[in-house]
């Protein structure tokens, strides 16, 4: 079996402690992927000082130099895509073809942030008073901690570490404790890409390592994406603090079909948002709602489909959904189901582990779709992060609006309608970050902004150009070539 260290300072080392902790195959809990560091805080405390040591030269490094380092992390990528695509399949269950998308928009990242390298514009705007010019320009913030979850593991950390790192800063990594070899594969990009030691730290473990970084006094920014209940731990943390910190956090994302849809493509869009990545992302959709007009035609139709999907390990050709992540979200997933049925939710197919031949050795669960969901019950409210939709009747256009937005969460919304009043309707009244017409919760690119309103976020975008919003901070800078005092707002009125 494999052992695997922490990326300290460019160097391969152990937790100080000597301990480490197994990965398994969600798939197969008989396969360990390997043996991992247990880092805790006194791996965290040299971390952080190997990148504040790097900051210190790496802030200095032209930002397009830095931009062309970060297209070799792209080539990378690309040369080993399939190679990390199958690593990730095994270590979270995915299927490969998710995967290998999952690799394509850490590729996509890198690129677009070496291009935005040379586009980091600041502004010049006229002075006040004669003989004085004003410019600002964004400069670095410092060590950066990045803290991310399980199921996009090299997408979601690229969208944070590429640029923060094109923008000048270090990084101290701490990857889930699900996903810790795609935490190392970064490493082994960053080594091979010949990144300064100390630009970028590697260190795996549990929570409890991740408080150490967030505490600690020489970060100065915390990039997160997971649940809510962390997220909003750390936020406090990081005010009391007085740190920034960007959150990316829970979703209850809705997809809403009316009369007038393709009713084909409408079931197309909601299965691969449903069950793609079986439900385990922030921007699936986990709630169904249909015009009451066409409500149990497309149960029907849908329910076919469904029970269609082929469940298994993703590493095999054919897969459709694989397993959850552990036996905890498993035992979730039960759980909010009983809920579900027993708030009065009509069970339309799965609604059950997977148990038969090879699927006993994983984490598996039929996809699941529950209907007559009120607004009331349970399954619309919570986040589940599991194969499971819940399905509510609208009664009206207005009514589904309504409903959408009847939630503590706002990152992606989607409709299917070929009515543009509708749509138009759609994009100004949902509560989301994002919004898909035609198209299901699911299929950010990355040169876009990404995040949500209300609980799903901090009023952060990553991704796109807005990204940099949050990885650097503004400098103001007034010249006066007058040779004399000049004070603003009093000499000049
Ligand atoms: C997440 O669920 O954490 O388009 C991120 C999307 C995906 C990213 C999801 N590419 O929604």
Not at 38 to 43: E, G, T, V
Not at 103 to 126: M, N, W
Not at 338 to 362: D, H, M, S, V
Request: hydrophobic residues 40%; proline residues 4%.
């Amino acid at each position: 079996m494999q052992k695997f260290k922490n990326y300290i300072n460019g160097q391969w080392v152990d937790a100080k402690s000597g301990k480490t902790f197994f990965n398994i195959n969600p798939a197969n809990t008989d396969d360990i992927i390997g043996e991992f560091a247990l880092s805790d805080k006194d791996d965290v405390d040299i971390a952080v000082a190997s990148a504040k040591e790097a900051f210190r030269s790496w802030r200095l490094v032209p930002a397009p130099k830095r931009g062309d380092m970060m297209r070799k992390v792209g080539d990378i990528f690309t040369r080993r895509k399939k190679e990390i695509a199958r690593i990730m399949t095994r270590e979270m269950g995915k299927p490969v073809f998710e995967t290998e998308g999952d690799v394509q928009e850490a590729i996509d990242t890198a690129y677009y942030a070496a291009s935005e390298t040379r586009r980091l514009f600041g502004k010049t705007a006229p002075s006040e008073m004669l003989n004085k010019a004003n410019i600002s320009f964004r400069v670095p913030v410092g060590v950066c901690g990045v803290i991310t979850a399980f199921n996009f593991p090299i997408a979601v950390p690229s969208w944070k570490i590429l640029p923060a790192i094109a923008a000048g800063n270090t990084v101290v990594f701490k990857p889930s404790k699900d996903t810790p070899y795609c935490g190392v594969i970064f490493a082994e990009i960053f080594e091979e890409a010949g990144f300064p030691a100390g630009v970028f730290n590697l260190l795996t473990g549990k929570g409890s390592m991740g408080n150490h970084l967030v505490e600690h006094s020489d970060v100065r920014l915390i990039g997160f994406t997971g649940s809510t209940e962390i997220g909003c731990k750390i936020g406090e943390t990081c005010g009391r603090l007085n740190k920034i910190c960007s959150l990316e956090m829970g979703g209850k994302n809705a997809q809403v079909v009316m009369p007038s849809a393709n009713l084909e493509l409408a079931i197309d869009g909601v299965l691969w948002g449903a069950f793609g990545t079986t439900g385990q992302r922030c921007t699936a959709t986990s709630r169904l709602i249909l015009h009451k007009d066409i409500y149990e035609n497309f149960l029907e139709l849908l329910k076919e489909r469904v029970q269609k999907l082929k469940l298994g390990d993703g590493l095999v050709e054919g897969t459709d959904v694989g397993p959850l992540i552990h036996e905890n979200a498993l035992n979730n997933v039960e759980r909010y189901v009983k809920i579900a049925l027993e708030e009065g939710g009509r069970l339309i197919c799965g609604g059950q582990r997977a148990i038969e031949g090879n699927l006993a050795k994983g984490f598996f669960y039929y996809p699941t779709i529950i209907a007559d969901v009120t607004h009331e019950m349970t399954i619309f409210k919570e986040e589940i992060f599991g194969p499971v939709l819940a399905v509510t009747k609208a009664e009206s256009f207005e009514h589904a609006i309504e409903l959408h937005n009847n939630c503590q969460y706002g990152l992606s919304s989607s409709i299917y309608t070929n009515d543009i009043t509708e749509s138009f309707m759609f994009i100004r009244d949902s509560e989301a970050g994002i919004t898909y017409i035609n198209a299901p919760t699911i299929g950010a690119e990355a040169h876009m902004p990404f995040g949500g309103v209300k609980g799903t976020g901090n009023g952060h975008r990553e991704g796109g150009w807005t990204v940099f919003d949050i990885f650097t901070e503004w400098k103001t800078v007034y010249i006066d070539y007058s040779n004399k005092l000049q004070r603003a707002q009093i000499d000049n009125y």
